[in-house]
């Protein structure tokens, strides 16, 4: 999961070299560039059934609004980012495989909609993983 984590964030937030904490031209926020809908379905329709993650995450947040720590609290939006995974399910690739990481990536969380590109992906995990 560290290794999807990693990747998802690169690749999310860079464009032309520069870290991008909102989407431009688009309402995806943060490192992650999760949209406010994924991030509200999250709240709503997953950890509402499971306790001890919602506990966790609570653990994590400040006292600002949830949506705005996407941008502003690492911690809270790596959970999210997670629990995003979390709830696909299909098991997780192999840290060492990254072609699977990527496409795992754009299936579930870029979607076949997003512009983000596989190879994109791998590489920045060669780059990460070394």
Not at 67 to 94: D, F, G, K, W
Request: glycine share 8%; net charge neutral; with cysteine.
């Amino acid at each position: 999961a560290e290794m999807l984590l990693l990747g998802t964030f690169y690749t999310e937030s860079t464009v032309a070299g520069r870290t991008r904490l909102k989407q431009v031209g688009g309402p995806a926020l943060g490192g992650y560039q999760m949209e406010p809908a994924t991030h509200d379905d999250i709240w709503e329709n997953w950890l509402v059934y499971h306790q001890a993650a919602k506990t966790a995450i609570e653990g994590l947040m400040t006292a600002q609004r949830p949506l705005e720590q996407l941008v502003t609290n690492l911690a809270y939006a790596t959970a999210m980012c997670r629990i995003h995974y979390r709830r696909v399910p299909h098991p997780l690739p192999s840290a060492s495989d990254y072609a699977g990481l990527a496409k795992y990536w754009k299936l579930w969380y870029n979607s076949h909609l997003g512009a983000g590109v596989e190879a994109h992906f791998t590489k920045t995990l060669y780059m990460v993983g070394e």
